[in-house]
């Protein structure tokens, strides 16, 4: 078969504006230059020499204008609608997630995860920014929980729901904010046996469609069975609402199986036909998934084969390929994509900082 985005940009006037002075002053005078030169800023969690961990805002050319400590290892980041604040989520099996309102120079408000569960490293806004919604995994009774915060009371949890399936990763509020889609990459885990796979060989990985409304699961998309080690992680949209998906292989990494695909504003799901020699250079495993719509293609990064490849959206075809020593991180720019890698790497620049898995920008 053949195939034919969340992200969090924020133009330099719309962070400034939203920042206001506090945090144009807590700048040192370079990066508060730099920032006034940027025409974009972009986020993405790292780690330094010294085992510290922190978010980092980045401009379009890769210069590093701010820093922000966690207390752990961060995963994935989202900006509110308005780009006025930041949420920082731990990597899995992590418990926080990391609030930061670039208004004000204050430190991070940390969310603690609820006793019995953990977060996957991931979350998203609803369409109004007034909830901020987390994947969650119940591990003794092995299920997927969205839990729900309320981003106008200082990011009180109150409540959650079924993802839908187990081991929830990414997710996105689709256009209209009235349903959401979630990966559930169908991997049982508990926190006693660090990441270890408790049920590899009855996985059921499914994109599951969530009526916001009523909190019911809608529709549920799944591979066939002879993919059922796929593990669907990582998720990026289009503005008409197709969502790519990338799945990471939990099973033979030497089967060329797809791995990615696409599930279109009217549920029908397609799978990316890649080469078989591209197929075998991501090793199984596809790390991040951006979309560039003005572009009109899609990339997906391999920090296993230190690969990434870009395909056309209209059919599929591969346009670009970028052989990068542990490349994961993606986001859509003007013409392309900013890359980042593990090794310090960041859209050619070197950093002292290894660079965690996702970048994140605001639509424009």
């Not at 009526?211 to 796929?230: G, I, N, T, Y």
Request: hydrophobic share 45%.
């Amino acid at each position: 078969m053949r195939l034919f985005s969340r992200t969090g940009l924020i133009d330099r006037r719309a962070l400034l504006k939203a920042a206001g002075g506090a945090f144009a002053a807590s700048l040192a005078p370079r990066a508060a230059a730099a920032l006034a030169n940027a025409d974009a800023v972009y986020a993405s969690a790292y780690m330094d020499g010294y085992e510290g961990f922190g978010v980092a805002l980045l401009t379009e050319a890769g210069e590093v204008v701010h820093r922000y400590a966690l207390p752990q290892r961060g995963h994935d980041a989202e900006f509110d609608p308005s780009g006025r604040r930041l949420v920082v989520f731990a990597r899995r099996p992590g418990t926080f997630a990391a609030v930061i309102d670039l208004a004000r120079n204050a430190e991070p408000l940390i969310i603690h995860a609820p006793e019995g569960r953990h977060f996957y490293g991931h979350g998203c806004f609803s369409a109004d920014g007034r909830l901020l919604y987390v994947t969650e995994n119940d591990y003794d009774n092995a299920r997927g929980v969205i839990s729900v915060y309320d981003a106008t009371d200082g990011f009180r949890r109150i409540g959650e729901f079924d993802s839908g399936g187990i081991g929830p990763h990414d997710m996105v509020v689709l256009p209209g904010g009235r349903s959401m889609l979630i990966a559930n990459g169908g991997l049982e885990t508990h926190p006693d046996y660090g990441r270890t796979v408790l049920n590899l060989a009855t996985m059921k990985p499914n994109l599951a469609l969530i009526d916001l409304a009523d909190l019911s699961v809608s529709a549920r998309h799944e591979l066939p069975q002879a993919m059922h080690k796929l593990s669907i992680r990582h998720l990026a949209m289009t503005a008409d609402g197709t969502v790519w998906f990338a799945t990471q292989n939990q099973g033979d990494i030497h089967a060329l199986l797809p791995l990615a695909g696409s599930v279109s504003p009217d549920g029908d799901v397609r799978l990316v036909d890649m080469p078989e020699e591209d197929l075998r250079l991501m090793r199984g495993y596809i790390g991040s998934v951006a979309a560039n719509e003005a572009a009109g293609s899609v990339v997906f990064t391999s920090p296993q084969g230190n690969v990434a490849f870009e395909i056309g959206c209209a059919d599929g075809a591969v346009i670009a390929r970028h052989d990068l020593a542990d490349v994961c991180g993606a986001a859509a720019k003007p013409g392309g994509f900013f890359l980042s890698t593990g090794k310090g790497w960041l859209d050619g620049r070197t950093t002292r900082l290894s660079w965690d898995n996702h970048i994140v920008r605001r639509p424009t």
